[in-house]
């Protein structure tokens, strides 16, 4: 059964992604950072674009490193410090 909860805590929030969500969610990342990059080809989006690609692409790499064969849980601190583990 997949399964994708998010909890909430005193300290922050947990999101608990199960391996089919975990391959969906690095999908997508690498497709939006794939239209930031297209995107950084016109000169008045450069650099924005050029940021927003490294971003996702850096969040599909550390997601897909993080997960484990069952999938992953991303937590998130009310402090703005992120960090994951293997489901």
Known sequence: MERLTVEFHS???VLRLQKPYVDKLVRLLRTGAGAAAVANLFPPLAGYAAA???VLSLGAAVIEN???PR???LY???SGLPWCSEL
């Open 66 to 68: 993080c997960a484990g």
């Open 71 to 73: 999938g992953v849980d």
């Open 11 to 13: 300290w922050g929030a």
């Open 52 to 54: 927003l690609s490294a």
């Open 76 to 78: 998130l601190s009310y």
